[in-house]
């Protein structure tokens, strides 16, 4: 079972920046695709950014151009870089891993979340 830990969030002004992190415990190389998910209270979970095992990344169209997902094999990590934030920003944000085995089974991981609050 993979366990992923995020780390990173915090308190910034508008405009500010944040550098999320979440590590896995196996190397992510053998995840298919790693995500960002975000929930602001008494809304849904929401896709923040993907990358792929291939390195192919995707993005909300609310982030695109703000937001930057990354990620150092060598870590087992990846990143969230969040510049120019917005007080919409504010969510707790989660980590995903997306595995499909050699059986073709499907399977999902969370992390356990870091808050991210923007004062405006």
């Known amino acids: 079972q993979v366990q992923l830990v995020e780390s990173g969030g915090g308190l910034v002004q508008a405009g500010g920046s944040l550098s999320l992190s979440c590590a896995a415990s196996?190397?992510?190389?053998?995840?298919?695709?790693i995500s960002w998910y975000r929930q602001a209270p008494g809304t849904r979970r929401d896709l923040v950014a993907t990358?792929?095992?291939?390195?192919?990344?995707n993005y909300a169209d609310s982030v695109k151009g703000r937001f930057t997902i990354s990620r150092d094999n060598a870590k087992n990590t990846v990143y969230l870089q969040m510049n120019s934030l917005k007080p919409e920003d504010t969510a707790l944000y989660y980590c995903?891993?997306?595995?499909?085995?050699?059986?073709?089974?499907?399977?999902?991981?969370w992390g356990q979340g870091t808050l991210v609050t923007v004062s405006s």
């Open positions: 196996v190397s992510i190389i053998s995840i298919n695709a």
């Open positions: 995903n891993a997306h595995i499909i085995s050699s059986t073709f089974r499907s399977s999902d991981a």
């Open positions: 990358i792929t095992r291939g390195g192919s990344t």
